[in-house]
């Protein structure tokens, strides 16, 4: 058994990301990923690499999406 990916886990609940958005991204079947999450398999870095863009990626929507809340609340007054 290898060490779970706790840490990766939480950060991915925090962005609302799932292990089945991920299993799509890799291509991958939605088990495979479950068994790299919970330290059953090997977790490949390529797919560490994967997570990280989809942290990133929803990361920068929701700093555009504070940004046009902002303007929109600005532009009503």
């Not at 990923?33 to 977790?43: A, D, E, H």
Request: glycine share 4%.
């Amino acid at each position: 058994m290898y060490k779970p990916q706790t840490r990766l886990k939480n950060e991915m609940r925090i962005f609302g990301i799932t292990p089945h958005d991920v299993a799509m991204r890799l291509n991958r079947p939605y088990s495979t990923v479950q068994q790299w999450l919970n330290g059953y398999s090997k977790f490949p870095d390529h797919a560490r690499n994967t997570i990280q863009q989809l942290i990133n990626e929803r990361k920068s929507g929701r700093e555009n999406q504070y940004c046009n809340s902002q303007e929109n609340a600005i532009l009503t007054r």
